[in-house]
């Protein structure tokens, strides 16, 4: 099977975290016997400087003249590669038109980035559903990474399944010694709860906190490591009493994720889709958004209990193994395609 993956995220570099998963998913489905052409930014179409960063929208109201200029190289490069390939693949809901235009079956994913603000999934879904109906029923298969975006694409009349993203599971770890050090991995910006994270922390003694990502509330922790590469990422996750998720929005989690599959139980929001892939006290604890004295009692918790630690560990290992495993997700993904092509 030929497919064309489109996406507007791709990492520039072996250290560059963007759109790793993508890169995962290329390689697995080349093992399960696909051929796989990728058109990203800079690699089958220019973006002309709108896709890193900030990210596309942000970016896009900076520069709003480049949007049709990216577009345009976006379709005309899609359209050629299109011509050689069964399916397409279109990762994130406002490149659907575009793969639509190429004239061949195209399966959709919906990943809920927060960064998009009212152009998040969820938030189109709720407030723009006309919009978000006509989006969501151009592709012939919907593939939402958590369920609440599959519920909300099926919702608004599309062919929706849920298909997350995969995850190497690694081979157990040592439980850590020393002090328990408290993980965050990502951008350090609001939508991630950052703020609620500095506050709950105030009062936390006995753990220290290990920040990995950038971002305009990076001021909130001067120790903060920067974006770190992927592969050093891992030995933060082996090292790591627990990973500590407080997003205010969230369409999967991958960092939660990856986290459970190393065995570090995770302390994650309801928001958006964490509350899916985070079983509560059975691979983790989950508390409200926002709920600053609910994350600090959390953090106690592991802290003072490392049997919950490897219980939790053990079970997030367990369902990342069952849920998340490669050969599940391609399996998934292969039937979504020949879903598209035959339908």
């Known amino acids: 099977m030929r497919v064309v993956m489109l996406t507007t995220s791709w990492p520039r570099d072996e250290g560059d975290y963007a759109g790793r998963f993508l890169v995962n998913q290329v390689r697995e489905l080349e093992r399960a016997g696909c051929t796989v052409e990728v058109l990203a930014p800079g690699r089958g179409f220019n973006d002309f400087g709108l896709a890193y960063g900030a990210g596309v929208v942000a970016n896009a109201k900076r520069s709003p003249w480049k949007v049709p200029l990216m577009l345009a190289s976006m379709l005309r490069n899609l359209r050629r590669a299109a011509k050689r390939a069964d399916v397409v693949h279109a990762h994130w809901l406002l490149v659907a038109p575009i793969a639509w235009l190429a004239g061949k079956p195209f399966v959709l994913t919906l990943h809920g980035s927060p960064s998009a603000g009212r152009f998040e999934d969820l938030e189109l879904a709720t407030r723009h559903k006309r919009l978000f109906r006509w989006l969501v029923t151009r592709p012939r298969v919907v593939i939402g990474v958590s369920k609440p975006l599959a519920d909300a694409a099926a919702g608004g009349g599309a062919n929706a399944i849920v298909i997350p993203h995969g995850v190497d599971v690694p081979p157990a770890r040592e439980e850590p010694t020393g002090t328990p050090i408290a993980l965050f991995a990502g951008r350090i910006a609001r939508e991630k709860g950052v703020e609620v994270l500095a506050e709950a922390m105030e009062q936390v003694g006995g753990v220290e906190l290990v920040v990995a990502g950038d971002g305009p509330l990076r001021h909130l922790f ?40 190393h065995g570090v139980p995770v302390i994650a929001t309801t928001a958006g889709g964490l509350g899916w892939v985070i079983e509560n006290d059975v691979s983790g604890i989950v508390v409200t958004p926002g709920d600053v004295d609910g994350l600090r009692a959390a953090i106690l918790r592991l802290r003072d209990d490392s049997e919950l630690r490897a219980r939790l560990g053990d079970g997030g290992r367990q369902r990342a193994r069952d849920r998340f495993g490669w050969d599940h997700v391609n399996e998934l993904t292969l039937d979504a395609y020949r879903t598209a092509i035959t339908s």
């Open 222 to 261: 001067p120790q903060a490591l920067g974006f770190v590469p992927h592969c050093d990422l891992h030995e933060l996750y082996r090292r790591a009493s627990m990973l500590v998720l407080p997003s205010y929005g969230e369409g999967f989690g991958v960092v939660a994720m990856e986290a459970m599959s």
